[in-house]
T-cell receptor
Framework: QQQVKQSPQSLIVQKGGISIINCAYENTAFDYFPWYQQFPGKGPALLIAIRPDVSEKKEGRFTISFNKSAKQFSLHIMDSQPGDSATYFC???????????FGPGTRLSVLP | DGGITQSPKYLFRKEGQNVTLSCEQN?????MYWYRQDPGQGLRLIYY???????QKGDIAEGYSVSREKKESFPLTVTSAQKNPTAFYLC????????????FGNGTRLTVT
């Protein structure tokens, strides 16, 4: 129940295309869903996050879509750029004092 | 600039030796965490601390130890009891309140031969 599943494991997209990464969870106590971006040799950095009281959140080219009934959420990267090439992790937390559960990551490659 | 500093960036040790990884934060965050990352895998929680002088085991604490004597510091010791210590180690902090994100350092890559 604590697991967060993430797909695909790797993704190759042409420059200008849309990158879509999907995550699913089981624990209905999760109430905070961040996405992290990690470049090689660096620590993950918070990209965007959502709470289950909204179905979508957009920040620039990055959008989180959230489906509470299906217990799924996804990251959409519009107009993907080579600089977006990184590993993306979804995560979930049940709230205060609780720890994050991370998905296994998606390695995104955006071809020029 | 506020942030998390991990040192050293690369660390090499012989099998059987204990080694301590440093983590310092100046974000005034209450909570600090240690994660392990292996190639192609997600982040696995080793230890975490919500307040000074208190810490809890995470999912893979065996072979590791920590201390939290100061709010800004959370060193991790990889002991000789850790069977497969070669990995990328990430330290993180957060305000500890509900829905506060994790802030990560840039990691220490430990190689044990």
């Amino acid at each position: 129940q604590q697991q967060v599943k993430q797909s695909p494991q790797s993704l190759i997209v042409q420059k200008g295309g849309i990158s879509i990464i999907n995550c699913a969870y089981e624990n209905t106590a999760f109430d905070y869903f961040p996405w992290y971006q990690q470049f090689p040799g660096k620590g993950p950095a918070l990209l965007i996050a959502i709470r289950p009281d909204v179905s979508e959140k957009k920040e620039g080219r990055f959008t989180i879509s959230f489906n509470k009934s299906a217990k799924q959420f996804s990251l959409h990267i519009m107009d993907s750029q080579p600089g977006d090439s990184a590993t993306y992790f979804c995560a979930a937390s049940p709230g205060y004092g609780q720890n994050f559960v991370f998905g296994p990551g998606t390695r995104l490659s955006v071809l020029p | 600039d506020g942030g998390i500093t991990q040192s050293p960036k690369y660390l090499f040790r012989k099998e059987g030796q204990n080694v301590t990884l440093s983590c310092e934060q100046n974000l005034n965050h209450d909570a600090m965490y240690w994660y392990r990352q292996d190639p192609g895998q997600g982040l696995r929680l080793i230890y975490y601390s919500q307040i000074v002088n208190d810490f809890q085991k995470g999912d893979i604490a065996e072979g590791y130890s920590v201390s939290r004597e100061k709010k800004e510091s959370f060193p991790l010791t990889v002991t000789s009891a850790q069977k497969n210590p070669t990995a990328f180690y990430l330290c993180a902090s957060s305000r500890g309140a509900g829905n506060s994100p994790l802030h990560f350092g840039n990691g220490t890559r430990l190689t044990v031969t």
